[in-house]
């Protein structure tokens, strides 16, 4: 066929798990997912990964594995969205339409928006969960002392806990491996502070002063110099006219508003952005911060020009954490609101309320559950809450964690069960 009644963009996490609730709900729906991929990954693990206590190998299955049954796989990339035609264009397959269209094309890694990022990477004392946690886990072992820089970008990023998890970990390992009392352990973000949700915010200072953590806010990454091991910052917070380098780290500024340090370790976020098939696309919001992401409604996730198209997962701007466990709540209500089209009843009252979700792991066998909605308000699983304090460290959170969420993935979320 090359007409389908709904048509998914990506069949990563956002997609599978909306393909599978629509044919839970609906058998006769014809429903395709354009996936160039044959991997799909559990990118949650990587953090584990990258501290070396997890298998990197048993964070993909093929992506044929992940299809629900029914549901059409065209191995293509999707190049160009046509709305006023109901068209996506391919790669290689060429044209297909669509009644229905949902955009699941996650985020993507922007390395051209650090300078001297992409060399970076390539030198052994770089790494990113985000690209490669295996490398990660190799530079914690190669790791003999000196700083060690961990850092995020200015734009939104999946899973905004990610860069401090590995941090928490690193401090951990480098304790036990004796190193931790020759080094210095930074973390420096553009943000005014390390989490924006204040339930959570105490405990996690707390584990920042425990671990002797050097934060620097408002410090943004602009240029790493690798064949100098330095990482250059912009500093964000205007007006602030005195800056005091802090020996210890010999942290130097360069100009008016640049500090640079030097690093014996990096580890970082790459810049996200919008794939180009959605940035170059009508369908992208046009100006401000959010520009070039997915438009859409932030309780509907309805397309906001475009009544037939919606967003799901980390494509969409929304201003709330981009997570897998955003996903879990978005798509029973864009299956909800798509299922009322089609069947042309009442538009359903279903609302997405912004719940997205962030396990910090503050160490081996410690974590925090910090789970949050629109607006920085704290939220909860009802479920979760009912039994443990989520905003303490606790060990039956890391064993959700490494063990409980996993299994609920693969065996529950893709398959459209919760
Ligand atoms: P993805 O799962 O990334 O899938 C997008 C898919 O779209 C991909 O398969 C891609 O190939 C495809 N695609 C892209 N462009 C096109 C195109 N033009 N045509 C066709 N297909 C296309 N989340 C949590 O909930 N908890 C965590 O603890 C957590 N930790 C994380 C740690 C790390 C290091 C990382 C990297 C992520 C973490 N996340 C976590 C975030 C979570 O993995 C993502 O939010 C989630 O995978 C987003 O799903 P998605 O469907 O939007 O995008």
Not at 71 to 78: C, E, G, I, K, S
Not at 92 to 97: A, E, I, L
Not at 321 to 348: C, M, N, Y
């Amino acid at each position: 066929y090359t007409h389908y009644h709904v048509l998914i963009i990506g069949g990563g996490t956002g997609g599978i798990m909306l393909a599978a609730k629509l044919r839970r709900e609906q058998k006769h729906l014809r429903i395709a997912i354009i996936e160039p991929s044959k991997d799909h990954w559990y990118q949650p693990a990587w953090t584990l990964v990258g501290a070396g206590t997890y298998d990197y190998p048993d964070t993909r299955r093929s992506e044929a594995s992940v299809i629900p049954e029914g549901v059409t796989w065209l191995q293509d990339l999707a190049t160009e969205i046509l709305p006023e035609t109901n068209t996506v264009r391919t790669e290689k397959s060429g044209d297909y339409n669509y009644d229905f269209l949902v955009v699941a094309t996650g985020a993507k890694y922007d390395l051209d928006g650090i300078e001297g990022l992409r060399e970076a990477l390539k030198t052994p004392n770089v790494c990113s969960n985000y690209i490669d946690p295996r490398k990660t886990w190799g530079v914690l072992l190669n790791f003999k002392g000196g700083n060690a820089v961990f850092t995020q970008p200015t734009t939104p990023i999946k899973c905004g806990g990610a860069p401090q998890k590995i941090m928490y970990l690193s401090d951990d390992y480098f304790r036990k491996t004796g190193v931790r009392g020759k080094s210095n352990i930074i973390f420096a973000t553009p943000g005014s502070t390390i989490f924006g949700v204040k339930e959570f915010l105490g405990t996690l200072q707390e584990v920042v002063k425990r671990k002797e953590i050097i934060v620097r806010t408002f410090y943004s990454p602009v240029r790493i110099d690798s064949a100098r091991n330095e990482i250059h910052f912009k500093r964000m917070q205007p007006g602030e006219q005195v800056f005091t380098p802090d020996e210890r780290l010999q942290e130097r500024s360069e100009g008016a508003d640049t500090v640079v340090i030097p690093y014996n370790m990096l580890h970082l976020a790459p810049p996200h952005v919008a794939p180009d098939v959605v940035r170059n696309s009508p369908l992208a919001v046009a100006e401000g911060p959010n520009k070039g992401w997915l438009d859409v409604d932030m309780h509907t996730l309805q397309h906001k020009r475009y009544s037939n198209i919606y967003g799901v997962g980390d494509v969409s701007a929304l201003p709330t954490g981009k997570t897998g466990a955003a996903i879990r709540k978005q798509a029973p209500v864009v299956a909800a609101h798509l299922l009322a089209q089609i069947s042309h009843k009442r538009q359903s009252d279903k609302k997405y309320e912004g719940y997205s979700s962030c396990p910090f792991i503050t160490g081996y066998g410690k974590m925090v559950l910090a789970e949050f909605k629109y607006d920085n308000l704290r939220d909860s699983d009802p479920l979760i809450s009912k039994f443990v304090d989520t905003t303490k460290e606790q060990y039956s959170m890391w064993l959700l964690k490494k063990y409980g969420l996993p299994w609920m993935y693969w065996n529950l979320m893709l398959k459209g069960i919760m």
